[in-house]
């Protein structure tokens, strides 16, 4: 199953729908077809490459940020759902770069 890696130190993580406990974390470098081959996967939150993911879930769907948000338009917002087997999981450094690391 495909899975992605994220340094995450800026908080840029919400829920969005309690009743469901759907997060959204964004502003991600990814393609839109990177995220689309996500959708179903795990993804997977860290504060550093060398250190267990501290957050993380499954990867229900994504958005394209629109023109409007400027700088940061194009950028990916990933919507997942949170779960604690994604806590405390470590990835080997191998594979990471600009802040991530995709697993296929």
Not at 9 to 33: F, H, I, Y
Not at 64 to 93: C, Q, W, Y
């Amino acid at each position: 199953m495909a899975a992605i890696h994220l340094i995450e130190r800026l908080g840029n993580m919400e829920p969005v729908d309690a009743g469901r406990k759907e997060w959204e974390s964004g502003k991600w470098a990814v393609s839109p077809d990177t995220a689309q081959k996500l959708v179903g996967g795990s993804i997977y939150f860290h504060h550093g490459q060398d250190k267990p993911s501290y957050f993380g879930g499954k990867v229900i769907s994504f958005l394209v940020l629109p023109e409007e948000h400027g700088d940061m338009a194009g950028r990916i917002v990933f919507r997942f759902v949170p779960s604690i087997e994604f806590k405390n999981v470590r990835t080997e450094r191998k594979g990471w770069g600009n802040e991530k690391k995709i697993v296929w």
